[in-house]
């Protein structure tokens, strides 16, 4: 399968449809992967506390939603990202180091997490063509989940996190840097 390295989603025309398809489900497995392990972080330090069951909710439609992907990338023989091995690490450390600075501030992780994701995935369905309606349908359910995901963090008083802009804005910069990564690695 052929890999352009130089495009991106947010430059129609740069890639074939095909690389577009494929850069699509090989970027989506690798961030519902990485949600998927910033929660096994943030349940690890947050074992007996109230907000257990709320991440644990969360969790579990992640799988679900790495679950999709992952059988994509059989389906159709693409290739994920070198990159799993980084994100298995450094997920589960963004979810850990911010559940030990306390519930609130996971729930900021979440925020700054789901909304680069929300909008990451709302441009994917700008740009997939009706031929894929079925992966559209998939990611437009996906990302009202997302959109849920950070009303809950939002919900959860979030934003009363000491230094919230400062947690915000560095876990949504690693968000988009691990989607950068993992469109070209
Ligand atoms: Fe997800
Ligand atoms: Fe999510």
Known sequence: MK???????????????TQLIEQ????????EYGAKRIYAGQMAVLKNSPSYKTI???AKQEEEHLEYFSSEIVKRHVR????????HVAGFAMGAITAML??????????????????????QIAVLGENEAKLKEKIEKFRKEEEEHKNI????????????PILRGAVGAATKLAIFLSKRV
Not at 24 to 31: L, T
Not at 113 to 122: K, L, P
Not at 153 to 164: R, V
């Open 3 to 17: 890999n352009n390295k130089k495009s991106t989603i947010g430059q129609p025309g740069a890639l074939t449809e």
């Open 24 to 31: 699509v489900i090989r970027v989506n497995q690798a961030g």
């Open 56 to 58: 644990k909710h969360m």
């Open 80 to 87: 994920p990202t070198a990159l799993m091995p980084l994100w």
């Open 102 to 123: 306390g519930e609130k501030a996971a729930m900021a992780c979440t925020v700054a997490v789901e909304e680069v994701i929300d909008e990451h995935y709302r441009e």
């Open 153 to 164: 963090g939002l919900e959860n008083n979030a934003e009363d996190t000491i230094g919230y």
